[in-house]
């Protein structure tokens, strides 16, 4: 199934819908603009998060106050994070947090996470998806990573 293709910009941080030459919005595989949306849309923090942007936004859509299910994740609490392990690991856990519903909602079989390195100022998130007929979607997101 096709929906709405998302195009990243890693200067600005944003996505937005793609395009194709003619104008027409470019259409993509769902399960992709999923996580899209899941891994880069900002979940509201928790009451013990940390905020290193140095304001009290907790972020988030105010229609998670009704919700069971938040929407998006907490990705964005590691802009400014130190280049460690325990940012990869933190990276891992918000991802993982982000995808738990493709699992949940019998979306996918399972979801797996990895983060990575990928120079300087990228950090790499890797889902990978296993659907329930045991096919895979191997994704890869370089995340422009401001922290030192």
């Known amino acids: 199934m096709s929906t709405i293709a998302i195009a990243w910009d890693n200067q600005t941080g944003r996505g937005d819908w793609a395009r194709e030459p003619s104008g027409h919005l470019a259409l993509g595989d769902d399960i992709e603009t999923a996580v899209w949306m899941s891994l880069f849309t900002d979940c509201r923090a928790t009451d013990d998060d940390v905020l290193t942007d140095g304001t009290d936004d907790r972020r988030g859509w105010w229609a998670d ?84």
């Open 65 to 148: 106050t009704y919700s069971e299910k938040p929407i998006g994740s907490r990705l964005w609490l590691l802009d400014r994070a130190k280049r460690l392990p325990e940012t990869l690991r933190l990276a891992e856990g918000y991802a993982r947090e982000a995808l738990a519903w493709l699992a949940e909602d019998g979306v996918a079989a399972r979801v797996d996470v990895t983060a990575e390195w990928a120079g300087q100022t990228f950090m790499a998130i890797r889902p990978v998806i296993i659907h329930r007929d045991g096919r895979r979607a191997d994704l890869r997101f370089d995340w422009a990573w401001q922290g030192t």
